[in-house]
């Protein structure tokens, strides 16, 4: 069987790709056009090319099953984060609005993840919340909507949201502030965001905007 299945990595690589079901991946696809190929010349339902293009088949989607049923546990646990945290998400919009208002989704965002960037230190605060309420910290404002009409709850989310799947391992998520940017002051236009409360340079906004 180990000769057959060198056999058949090496068709199915040959092999162009003619879709046949809409939700089968390019690999079931290959198979299938091999076995089909095969039945095509005559040969039994039992020869090792069909046997092992059916097994491949098959193998190809218990791990296409397996992976939809990870994202939606994983996207049910998501949910479930975000409502556990629902307050989190006012209170940082409050401290978007008031730290940020007038400014676009991408830079009211870094306000955002600046707060998320020192809780991930543990150095301002064991949970988000004393991090947002921390004494001196941040302005805040009881308002959820910012003046162009954004809805910061929202936006809060979507950053806890990015932040969630980046915990969990996943790359590139959007972020607009890099980790370690845990201080910011205003120049009257914009808030400059440092890594030291003093001596550091500002972040230059180097990070593709994921709100374009």
């Given at each position: 069987?180990?000769?057959?299945?060198?056999?058949?990595?090496?068709?199915?690589?040959?092999?162009?790709?003619?879709?046949?079901?809409?939700?089968?991946?390019?690999?079931?696809?290959?198979?299938?056009?091999?076995?089909?190929?095969?039945?095509?010349?005559?040969?039994?339902?039992?020869?090792?090319?069909?046997?092992?293009?059916?097994?491949?088949?098959?193998?190809?989607?218990?791990?296409?099953?397996?992976?939809?049923?990870?994202?939606?546990?994983?996207?049910?646990?998501?949910?479930?984060?975000?409502?556990?945290?629902?307050?989190?998400?006012?209170?940082?919009?409050?401290?978007?609005?008031?730290?940020?208002r007038g400014l676009d989704k991408r830079e009211m965002s870094m306000v955002a993840w600046c707060i998320l960037n020192r809780y991930d230190t543990q150095r301002f605060g064991s949970t988000m919340s004393q991090v947002i309420w921390a004494k001196?910290?941040?302005?805040?404002?009881?308002?959820?909507?910012?003046?162009?009409?954004?809805?910061?709850?929202?936006?809060?989310?979507?950053?806890?949201?990015?932040?969630?799947?980046?915990?969990?391992?996943?790359?590139?998520?959007?972020?607009?502030?890099?980790?370690?940017?845990?201080?910011?002051?205003?120049?009257?236009?914009?808030?400059?965001?440092?890594?030291?409360?003093?001596?550091?340079?500002?972040?230059?906004?180097?990070?593709?905007?994921?709100?374009?």
């Amino acid at each position: 069987m180990t000769r057959i299945r060198v056999i058949l990595s090496v068709l199915l690589v040959m092999v162009a790709v003619t879709p046949v079901c809409a939700e089968w991946t390019q690999m079931q696809t290959q198979a299938n056009q091999i076995a089909t190929i095969a039945r095509s010349m005559g040969l039994p339902e039992t020869h090792p090319i069909i046997y092992e293009s059916s097994k491949i088949w098959w193998e190809e989607q218990t791990r296409v099953n397996n992976e939809a049923m990870e994202k939606a546990e994983f996207e049910a646990s998501l949910q479930g984060f975000l409502n556990d945290h629902y307050a989190e998400a006012v209170a940082i919009a409050g401290v978007m609005y008031a730290e940020a208002r007038g400014l676009d989704k991408r830079e009211m965002s870094m306000v955002a993840w600046c707060i998320l960037n020192r809780y991930d230190t543990q150095r301002f605060g064991s949970t988000m919340s004393q991090v947002i309420w921390a004494k001196s910290q941040f302005a805040h404002s009881t308002r959820k909507v910012s003046d162009d009409g954004t809805d910061l709850v929202w936006l809060a989310q979507d950053v806890l949201s990015r932040w969630y799947r980046e915990q969990h391992g996943e790359q590139n998520v959007g972020r607009t502030l890099p980790q370690g940017y845990c201080y910011y002051y205003g120049n009257g236009k914009h808030n400059l965001f440092r890594t030291k409360n003093s001596g550091a340079g500002a972040y230059n906004f180097g990070l593709e905007d994921p709100y374009k």
